[in-house]
């Protein structure tokens, strides 16, 4: 498979995921959206890594060129959970205050 | 057409499709056990890209962990669809019409560049496996995940601040 392949899927995850944020109310459809998107730029971040790491074997076979794509994948996926415990939090505690999900009541930042 | 071109084709429709189905699913508990399918199928995508490592980690803290803590707090707080007032229908066009511009101008942007025609290595290739990956993030990248710590340790924290009642 050639890039340009797993270009245009993280594309279309991406907006996929622009879509869901942009057209939903529930704030934790939104979240997962956000996720959803993370999850693109990780897949495009490995396609990236195994390109760059193929057009260095030619050169060298013992080369490990591309590695740090994937360990920023790596670390991503690490900020990622801890987004999501700390925004989890934050959503159970607006929906003690409010008892609703929908965004269009928690736009005003005070209680 | 040979099998990793099968399964590119397969896992990328799956992928898609259970995108769309978490964006147009009108139960959250079905959007979340979607998303767990959209990365099941990137997952799939990582290992035949060789990068069993990811697709594993991919697999234990997406799937398996953080999705587990959205489910349990959708069935925590008992939402049912009936709470969610009538919406405004023109506001999802025009959420869907910017979305697509933004599909449409980066497929346009990106269409014709060089980079385009280059291989992607499939299949081969242990950049991914765990033994050279975990030399990398051991040695050159130890700072990083040292700090990552206290950054787990600071999210929990605050999420046990954030979640307690008052």
Known sequence: MTIQHYIFLAVALFSIGVIGVLTRRNIIIIFMCIELMLNAVNLLLVAFSKMHHLAAAAVDATTQAGIDGQLFVFFIMVVAAAEVSVGLAIIVMMYRNTHSVDVNFLNRLKH | MSITHLLFWFLTVLALGSALMVI???????????????????????????????????????????????????????????????????????????????????????????????????????????????????????????????????????????????
Do not use: C
Not at chain 2, 29 to 51: D, E
Not at chain 2, 80 to 92: H, R, T, Y
Not at chain 2, 128 to 137: D, E, K, R
């Open chain 2, 24 to 166: 147009f699913s009108k139960n959250p508990v079905h959007s979340i056990l979607w998303l767990i399918a959209t990365f099941f199928a990137i997952s799939g995508h990582y290992i035949l890209l060789n990068a069993q490592f990811l697709a594993i980690v991919n697999i234990i803290v997406y799937a398996g962990a953080i999705m587990v803590l959205f489910l349990f707090v959708v069935m925590l707080m008992n939402l049912n669809s009936a709470s969610i007032p009538l919406k405004n229908k023109w506001l999802g066009f025009a959420g869907v019409i910017s979305g697509g511009s933004l599909l449409l101008v980066l497929t346009a942007a990106l269409k014709d560049t060089e980079i385009m025609r280059n291989d992607v290595m499939m299949k081969t290739g242990d950049i991914g496996l765990i033994h050279n990956l975990g030399l990398v993030l051991f040695k050159d990248y130890v700072l990083p995940f040292e700090i990552s710590s206290v950054l787990f340790l600071s999210a929990m924290v605050g999420a046990v601040v954030i979640g307690k009642k008052d």
